[in-house]
């Protein structure tokens, strides 16, 4: 998804005012640098700051758009290395197991949705109790 391109509202008020304080007189000068020529040289610093944000964000998705495929294409030939290393060493080979997979001999069968616990773990239990007072009250163990 394309980021979002910004837009000002107060350079949107300030073409209309300039344009507006041009009907007046196009060389205004109301004192302390507030000149209508150098609001609309602000208008365009502006302008043109907006133009070249919404340049680099532009730039910004396409760059991410490839960094993405990119890590696709590396994503798939990594899965593409392990095969080749088990096609050529096979699934149960020390190699195997160095370029990361997993080998075939240390595997664990049907334990694939099972919850791994340990035998030092002990259930804990939850009990509510309700005391002398009628509130009640909860015990973990």
């Known amino acids: 998804m ?24 196009p060389r205004l000068d109301l004192g302390n640098g507030l000149t209508l020529p150098a609001f609309s040289t602000l208008i365009e610093t502006m302008r043109s700051k907006e133009n070249a944000y919404n340049s680099a964000l532009s730039s910004l998705d396409k760059l991410y758009r490839e960094m993405l495929e990119t890590e696709s294409e590396l994503g798939d030939m990594t899965e593409q290395m392990l095969m080749a290393v088990g096609t050529r060493y096979g699934k149960s080979s020390i190699e195997y197991g160095m370029a990361g997979g997993v080998p ?6 049907g334990q694939r949705n099972e919850r791994a616990t340990s035998n030092d773990e002990q259930p804990s239990f939850v009990a509510s109790l309700e005391g002398n007072n009628g509130k009640k009250t909860v015990a973990t163990n």
Not at 2 to 25: F, G, M, P
Not at 104 to 109: D, E, I, L
Request: charged content about 45%.
């Open 104 to 109: 075939k001999n240390q595997r664990r069968k």
């Open 2 to 25: 394309a980021r979002r391109k910004r837009t000002s509202v107060v350079l949107e008020k300030a073409v209309r005012r300039a344009a507006s304080i041009n009907s007046i007189d």
